[in-house]
Structure formats: C-alpha cells, structure tokens
C-alpha cells in the first residue's frame, strides 16, 4: 500500500497578503494583490491532525481536525464565498493536506474567504451562533457549523459542490 507524503506541499500564492480587513473589524484578512483566476491554488499545507476543535482549526475528517497554518488562519468566513478548502486526510498516518481555491476569479484588493460550514460540523463556542458579518446578500446572519444549518441551507451549499465528504 502507498504511503502518502506531503514534502513540498505548503504554497502561498505570491499575489496574497496578509492585511486588516475591511469587512470585519480587528482583524486580519488574505488580500489579492493583483486578479486571481478561477480555480487557483492560493495556498496548501499539510502537518499532522487532532481531535482537538480550535477557532483556528479545520475540520479533516470525521473528529480530526489540522490547525490552519500562519496564512491559512487569516482566511475569513463568508456565505458567498469566493474560495473553497479542500483536504485530503491519511488515516494511516493522521496527517491532512489542506487547500485553498478559487471559486470564481477573484479581483485585486479582494479578501479571500470559505463558508465555515462547508468544513465544520459545528463550530467552538466562540464562534457558534455569534453575528455573522461577513454582509453578504446571502448572509445566513448567525455562524453556524454544517450540522445547524437548516436541510434548505445543506442543500443549497450541497448544490455548489463545495462541502466536504465527510458532513454527510
């Protein structure tokens, strides 16, 4: 059997930053710095995992969880998100790849986000039920894990192809 091996894995994009955001108060965002094309790799990482739910973790698989990286962590939750993770797990190793692509081309100056409940059951408790502000049109208004959205909300997220594996 093939062992899976992440050496080489982590990429930051060149044109992304690090920044304040102007979407969410006190805190930092990813920025385009210049156009981004549809379906960009805009950063990979990879390390072991934990059944440990932080505010900073993403979810992998069933209870496993992988921290997001010093650039990973500054990307923000949106209900019309522009990027998608996507994650590849090893449960032989518990190890976790982890990905981050556009959805849609993404212009300069733009904060890059992901719907938390494409990735999550549920979310740590500082961050479960509180104001969403991410003022989308499709803002759901409270943040929510995939297991408290509504199945009209599952379905819709379902539609677009961007929910992990491992919520259903």
Same mark, same amino acid.
């Given at each position: 059997?093939?062992?899976?091996?992440?050496?080489?894995?982590?990429?930051? /994009?060149?044109?992304?930053?690090?920044?304040?955001?102007?979407?969410?108060?006190? =805190?930092k +965002?990813?920025r385009? =710095?210049?156009?981004?094309?549809q379906?960009?790799?805009?950063? $990979?990482f990879?390390?072991?995992? *934990?059944t #440990?739910?932080?505010?900073?973790s993403? =979810?992998v698989?069933?209870?496993?969880?992988?921290?997001?990286g #010093?650039f990973?962590v500054?990307?923000?939750? $949106?209900?019309?998100?522009n990027?998608a993770?996507v %994650?590849?797990?090893?449960? &032989?190793?518990?190890c976790?790849?982890v990905?981050?692509?556009?959805?849609?081309?993404?212009?300069a @100056?733009?904060?890059?986000t992901?719907?938390?409940a494409? *990735? &999550?059951?549920?979310l740590?408790s #500082?961050?479960?039920?509180?104001? +969403? /502000? +991410?003022? $989308? %049109?499709?803002?759901?208004?409270?943040?929510?894990?995939f297991?408290?959205?509504?199945?009209i909300q599952?379905?819709?997220?379902?539609?677009c @192809?961007?929910?992990?594996?491992y919520l259903?």
């Open positions: 059997m093939k062992i899976e091996t992440y050496e080489h894995a982590n990429y930051e /994009l060149p044109t992304v930053t690090i920044e304040n955001s102007t979407i969410l108060p006190n =805190q +965002c990813l385009a =710095q210049a156009a981004i094309p379906n960009t790799l805009v950063f $990979s990879h390390g072991g995992v *934990t #440990e739910r932080t505010r900073t993403i =979810q698989a069933g209870n496993y969880h992988i921290e997001a #010093e990973g500054y990307t923000n939750h $949106s209900c019309e998100p990027a993770i %994650s590849h797990f090893n449960a &032989e190793t518990l976790a790849m990905k981050l692509i556009t959805l849609r081309t993404i212009r @100056g733009e904060e890059l992901f719907d938390y494409t *990735t &999550e059951a549920t740590v #500082e961050v479960l039920n509180k104001s +969403c /502000l +991410c003022g $989308s %049109s499709q803002c759901r208004k409270t943040m929510l894990g297991n408290q959205l509504t199945d599952k379905d819709v997220l379902t539609k @192809g961007i929910v992990a594996d259903f």
